[in-house]
């Protein structure tokens, strides 16, 4: 298969607020007001777990088709936790990002113990975002005048 | 400083289609028709691309604040590009997510290049969505009946 690419366009509508264009769609990301944001929508750190839930769901189903079980749906929860003091300039020991993510899914099926351990380790092998989460991307960030 | 927990919750509304909620932000993940979808939201990369850019827009203006610099606003393009092979289960050869990611931003300022440059460094060393994408973090994944 060949390589897609993805693209969105972002800009600043005040220093924590931005919106962001993606194909037809346009987001707010913004912080918390005890992050010091105006908080008009989801900060970035929620929309990594939101687009990793949105994965985990697409994954779900792939998977659940392919080991040929009807998938009535599915709930998740994500949990992250990171430490802010890198991001304000407080201290430099801990990374700026989550330490650690959790996610459980609770699937609503009839399948059997041992055929949902196999749909797990599929949507775990499988999961873009889970995959860009996991493991070391190459990133690239450049400035233009 | 101490750590801080963010969390989704989130529902399948149907097999690519997700509704994310984040505190009182209610956020629609969803896949384009062409890659299966019903192309009712951003998909899960766009929204890792969307986390990226806000992200970035709260570290551009921490970083100028700190510099001493106004920043009368950025713009943010981020493009990455990946294979779905591994996501259809079609080639297990690849990595499932984002093989590179490259950001641009274009800051409406007057510094100087020594100190855009300086600014630069200290957005990419700070960004906590930056930091989970370059680098690997623990991921979790649990199942639950």
């Known amino acids: 298969m060949a390589d897609i690419k993805f693209r969105v366009k972002a800009n600043s509508l005040n220093p924590t607020k931005t919106l962001v264009k993606a194909r037809g769609f346009e987001l707010i990301v913004d912080e918390p007001q005890d992050l010091g944001g105006t908080n008009e929508g989801a900060n970035p750190v929620e929309f990594i777990l939101a687009g990793y839930a949105g994965c985990l769901n697409v994954m779900a189903h792939v998977c659940a088709q392919e080991l040929g079980f009807e998938l009535k749906g599915v709930k998740i929860d994500l ?7 890198r991001l304000f300039g407080k201290s430099f020991e801990e990374r700026a990002g989550y330490k650690e993510i959790k996610a459980t899914i609770k699937p609503d099926c009839e399948a059997d113990e041992e055929t949902i351990k196999k749909w797990l380790a599929s949507i775990i092998d499988r999961c873009p975002v889970g995959d860009n989460l996991k493991n070391a991307t190459d990133v690239a960030v450049f400035y233009k005048k």
């Open 79 to 85: 949990v992250g936790n990171l430490n802010p003091a």
